[in-house]
């Protein structure tokens, strides 16, 4: 099947620094790419749409400007939490759907990075 | 509005038997798929099984089977002969498949937590 990759897996960072988490298509170019955040013993909650080349759609209630995200190619979107704070602490997963020529319809996930803000 | 409903917070099986997992959900979209997923304690989504609105018989992948009444808007994950390794989150979710001049996002429900017992 399809393999997205994330990285860090795993970052802990102090309030106030910046952290950057690349999503990766490995062996698929994916047209669109989408940003979760999970909070322990919740489900996924829908942060943005990406698509390569243009600026992200963001879901009501996500801050923009704290979450950055940039779709530079067809296999790489990053997401940016800048000034992270404590709150910001969660398990954040990226998902991406192929342009063409894979018949199952699903998105396939990231392994998800778990983010701590000290 | 798209919204998918899980009211299992927990469940318990036995190894070896089977196990329904409820998912109901609600949607305008004349066309929409359906999915579910397992996430173990490690975090990824694993994608179990996908039926499609128009599809005319349920779906089935090895273990699992969804059992899909359209006209109750329900689907439900049937794990047969359940298994240790089962242990997990599981998720359903809803994507419309109409053609929105993007791709259409993916919908999860609030999980259950399925515990397999030997």
């Known amino acids: 099947g399809a393999v997205v990759s994330q990285h860090p897996s795993r970052v802990i960072c102090k309030s106030g620094t910046s952290v950057k988490i690349e999503c990766r298509s490995l062996d698929f170019q994916a047209t669109t790419m989408f940003w979760y955040r999970q909070f322990p013993k919740q489900s996924l909650m829908l942060m943005a749409t990406?698509?390569?080349?243009?600026?992200?759609?963001?879901e009501q209630g996500v801050e923009k400007d704290k979450f950055l995200i940039n779709h530079a190619s067809l296999t790489l979107s990053t997401l940016t939490v800048t000034s992270a704070h404590p709150e910001d602490s969660s398990f954040y997963i990226c998902?991406?759907?192929?342009?063409?020529?894979?018949?199952?319809?699903?998105?396939?996930f990231g392994p998800g990075t778990r983010l701590t803000v000290l | 509005a798209q919204k998918i409903t899980q009211t299992q917070p927990g469940m318990f099986v036995q190894e070896k038997e089977a196990v329904t997992l409820d998912c109901t959900y609600d949607?305008?979209?004349?066309?929409?798929?359906l999915f579910w997923y397992k996430q173990p304690s490690s975090g990824e989504m694993i994608f179990l099984i996908y039926q499609g609105s128009y599809d005319q018989q349920n779906a089935t992948e090895g273990r699992y089977s969804l059992n899909f009444q359209k006209a109750r808007k329900s689907a439900n994950l049937v794990i047969s002969a359940s298994q240790l390794g089962d242990s997990a989150m599981y998720f359903c979710?809803?994507?419309?498949?109409?053609?929105?001049?993007?791709?259409?996002?993916?919908?999860f429900g609030a999980g259950t937590r399925l515990a397999v017992h030997p």
């Open positions: 979710a809803m994507r419309g498949l109409y053609f929105s001049g993007g791709y259409n996002k993916l919908i």
């Open positions: 990406s698509n390569e080349g243009s600026k992200a759609t963001y």
């Open positions: 998902s991406a759907t192929p342009l063409a020529g894979l018949a199952v319809l699903e998105q396939f």
């Open positions: 949607t305008s979209d004349p066309s929409y798929g």
